[in-house]
């Protein structure tokens, strides 16, 4: 198996702890990712307990991505891309995206390589939001073959099997909704239609309903700045609406009563 700028990483790894932090204090979480061409990137995640690393960019504990490769799997802190992410103390409640960037079509994998200084095996777990579904890196890897594009708010990697719960609510509800102030969505009861008006965009604009424990319930495609879905099938509660297309994200939560 080729190895992308190994040495690169090892470096990066040395610099990114904190010199006033003993190696032995911090837990690592060392993750790796196969690309299409079957060169894999290293990716590191370290739990600083003192709480002295943040979940943003920290200098002294964050590597940034320098390279610029064809099929990449990276931390995102940001918009930013990154090869070693420090952060606080270790959490079950945590959660941290990954963006791929593929330009090929091909077979990837996602594996668990080794932990490092935890009292006992955590679980870590690869969450796609996609498909909705979580899998157990202890035990298994990720593999899927996968169309060349840009997989970000797709994959994080989490510590229970209820983190999806924290990342529609924060993910999803936290895209910015600039330069959609035109859009409206509102259910009607009597129609048992879910109405959404004044989207702008190509038409390579979908709309997805989540229920409100991350659940996929509905996809469909919006071609017009008009749209509707039907509602009969669908239980009463409170629902996220999500459109995306090439330009722009938008979210919001609606109230569904049949």
């Known amino acids: 198996m080729r190895t992308i700028s190994k040495l690169l990483c090892l470096l990066c790894v040395a610099l990114c702890v904190n010199l006033t932090y003993a190696q032995s204090e911090v837990q690592r979480v060392r993750i790796d ?3 299409p061409d079957g060169y894999t990137r290293h990716l590191l995640l370290g739990f600083v307990p003192d709480n002295s690393a943040t979940d943003d960019v920290d200098y002294g504990y964050d590597a940034p991505n320098i390279e ?12 930013n891309r990154y090869i070693v992410q420090g952060v606080g103390e270790f959490n079950t409640n945590k959660y941290y995206p990954l963006g791929m960037f593929l330009s090929n079509t091909g077979d ?117 700045a008009d749209h509707s879905i039907k509602t009969s099938e669908i239980a009463s509660g409170i629902y996220i609406v999500r459109i995306n297309s090439d330009t722009f994200s938008y979210s919001t939560k609606v109230c569904i009563t049949n």
Do not use: C
């Open 108 to 224: 990837i994998s996602i594996s668990l390589t080794e932990l490092e200084n935890f009292d006992e095996e955590i679980e870590v777990y690869l969450y796609d939001l996609e498909l909705d579904n979580y899998t157990l890196l202890n035990d298994s890897n990720f593999d899927e073959n996968l169309s060349a594009d840009t997989y970000l708010n797709r994959f994080y990697i989490t510590f229970s099997t209820s983190a999806h719960l924290t990342i529609i609510n924060n993910s999803l509800l936290s895209i910015d909704n600039k330069n959609q102030s035109d859009v409206k969505i509102w259910h009607s009861k009597y129609d048992q239609e879910l109405y959404i008006k004044g989207v702008k965009g190509s038409s390579n604009t979908s709309l997805t309903l989540y229920n409100i424990e991350g659940r996929k319930l509905v996809e469909d495609r919006i071609s017009d």
């Open 68 to 79: 610029d490769l064809p099929d990449d799997l990276n931390w995102m802190i940001g918009d």
């Open 33 to 35: 990712f196969e690309n």
